[in-house]
T-cell receptor, first 113, second 110 residues
Framework: DAGVTQSPTHLIKTRGQQVTLRCSPI?????VSWYQQVLGQGPQFIFQ???????GRGNFPDRFSARQFPNYSSELNVNALLLGDSALYLC????????????FGPGTRLTVT | QKEVEQNSGPLSVPEGAIASLNCTYS??????FFWYRQYSGKSPELIMS??SNGDKEDGRFTAQLNKASQYVSLLIRDSQPSDSATYLC??????????WGAGTKLIIKP
């Protein structure tokens, strides 16, 4: 089975612009989580979706939004980009059993100039 | 605030030796614990999960959990240069969302 896929792999945007990042979970996984990781830190939780419903939201401003589609893929949107939004954005899908193991995609490297 | 603490390192270990990585967490209700390996510029890769007190072994890796002390560790036996990476500890909270440590950088010296 294919792993978690994310697109694009790299992105360069200008301050004030908007960006959409995409993620497809592992087949059979219904939950997707989004994380932001800046250099030297662990991932910071942004959103979790399960069966198209938001299950959790981290401490991020309203400029960040997400949604999950009927096929369980997901999009993360960031509006009014700031320089500080430059980071690796990670998507993870959660195992459908009770283990709560999360498996990550390759990430999207966002650079805001 | 729920926290997961790790020594940032770097932890330098000779090739062939045992590397010991440690993690403490603040939420006593946590039930699920994970170790991820992350190479520079790459995404985290799950290497171990542990749910019960005691040891869990998988190849050269052993995870140890002590819920009373709120302590999780990862031992890597016969360390190889390819084990050089940042190791992230993650703990699932009561909502099954992962709380992450900042990671320990491990360097295996040939």
């Amino acid at each position: 089975d294919a792993g978690v896929t994310q697109s694009p792999t790299h992105l360069i945007k200008t301050r004030g612009q908007q960006v959409t990042l995409r993620c497809s979970p592992i087949s059979g996984h219904k939950s997707v989580s989004w994380y932001q990781q800046v250099l030297g830190q662990g991932p910071q939780f942004i959103f979790q979706y399960y069966e198209k419903e938001e299950r959790g939201r981290g401490n991020f401003p309203d400029r960040f939004s997400a949604r999950q589609f009927p096929n369980y893929s997901s999009e993360l949107n960031v509006n009014a980009l700031l320089l500080g939004d430059s980071a690796l954005y990670l998507c993870a899908s959660t195992s459908p059993d009770r283990s709560y193991e999360q498996y990550f995609g390759p990430g999207t490297r966002l650079t805001v100039t | 605030q729920k926290e997961v603490e790790q020594n940032s390192g770097p932890l330098s270990v000779p090739e062939g030796a045992i590397a010991s990585l440690n993690c403490t967490y603040s939420d006593r209700g946590s039930q699920s614990f994970f170790w991820y390996r992350q190479y520079s510029g790459k995404s985290p890769e799950l290497i171990m999960s542990i749910y019960s007190n005691g040891d869990k072994e998988d190849g050269r890796f052993t995870a140890q959990l002590n819920k009373a002390s709120q302590y999780v560790s990862l031992l890597i036996r016969d360390s190889q240069p390819s084990d050089s990476a940042t190791y992230l500890c993650a703990v699932a909270d009561s909502n099954y969302q992962l709380i992450w440590g900042a990671g320990t950088k491990l360097i295996i010296k040939p």
